[in-house]
């Protein structure tokens, strides 16, 4: 079974931010290529980062595989604090 890795993909142009998505691959070009299979990938410029394993449990929160806009990333993170702890209601 091959070594699956979360990461965060943003999507942004020159002063626009085109949306974000967490997916989960072997590698950040698996990611990038999984993005555009699935039609979720808006193309202009991509910034990344892997999940860190301290923010794993995060994860839950954020849909799968799904581009999400900044209002509904924004919608997700204002339940967490700056160290990244849940402090909204129920997930």
């Known amino acids: 079974m091959p070594n699956l890795k979360w990461f965060w993909l943003s999507f ?3 002063g626009k931010f085109l949306g974000g998505v967490v997916t989960q691959a ?4 698996e990611a990038i290529v999984k993005t555009h299979k699935l ?3 808006p193309g202009g410029e991509i910034q990344s980062m892997e999940v860190r394993p301290e923010f794993l ?3 839950e929160s954020f849909p799968k595989d799904k581009l999400m806009t900044k209002e509904e990333i924004e919608a997700i993170d204002k339940n967490y604090d700056d160290e ?3 402090k909204g209601g129920d997930r």
């Open 26 to 29: 072997t590698s950040l070009k």
């Open 84 to 86: 990244g702890n849940w």
């Open 12 to 14: 942004a142009e020159p």
């Open 39 to 41: 039609g979720i990938n």
């Open 57 to 59: 449990k995060n994860l």
